[in-house]
């Protein structure tokens, strides 16, 4: 082969490289899109100029891991993992796509406050989405049915209930006090 023939082949498995490698890329912020978009935080961190792919994926970590930090039913496991301490790309890849995928889990677990994800459809429309225990969210505004009685009427007093004491007083759970009827 001359020598022409050669540089053709290195510049197409050149490009062949670099272009498997632009799949990758929009691949894995295809993902990362989805699950951010799935936690409501729109898209997700863009690939910024001259920044290498191990760490524009600890990027993406950071966010995810932060989105579901506040979260008491969250994985435990990534307390404290530091995604920038990763060094092999390989890695980074398959690290980052589980972290994505544990964040998205913890996010649409049906426990813990309801929370609100904003995600778009295939044809641009917003869709709202609440993941959470909604009774946590009402139980607010629910009538509490615990009572707390503070005084007893004595047997020998007023009309006498048999064999047992009658609530004189209860106090209501806004700290109000009510006769029983």
């Given amino acids: ?30 993902r990362a899109d989805a699950a951010f978009n799935t936690m409501g935080l729109g898209a997700a961190p863009r690939r910024q100029h001259s920044e290498n792919r191990i760490n524009h994926r600890a990027r993406v970590m950071e966010g995810a891991l932060g ?8 994985d435990r496991r990534w307390m404290g993992f530091d995604p920038k301490s990763i060094r092999d790309e390989t890695a980074a890849e398959q690290i980052a796509n589980v972290v994505l995928d544990s964040a998205t ?29 909604p009774e946590g969210a009402w139980r607010p505004f629910k009538p509490n049915t615990i009572r ?26 806004d700290g109000t006090i009510r006769r029983p009827r």
């Fill in 1 to 30: 082969m001359t020598d022409t023939a050669n540089a053709r082949a290195e510049l197409a498995a050149t490009r062949r490289f670099h272009a498997e490698q632009l799949d990758a890329d929009r691949e894995f912020q295809t």
């Fill in 67 to 74: 989105a579901v930090a506040g979260l008491d039913h969250a």
């Fill in 105 to 133: 889990a913890a996010w649409t677990a049906p426990v813990g406050a309801l929370r609100e994800s904003v995600e778009r459809d295939s044809g641009g429309r917003e869709v709202r989405k609440f993941y959470g225990d």
């Fill in 148 to 173: 707390l009685v503070t005084k007893w009427l004595e047997p020998h007093r007023g009309r006498p209930a048999p064999n047992a004491p009658r609530p004189v007083e209860i106090k209501m759970s």
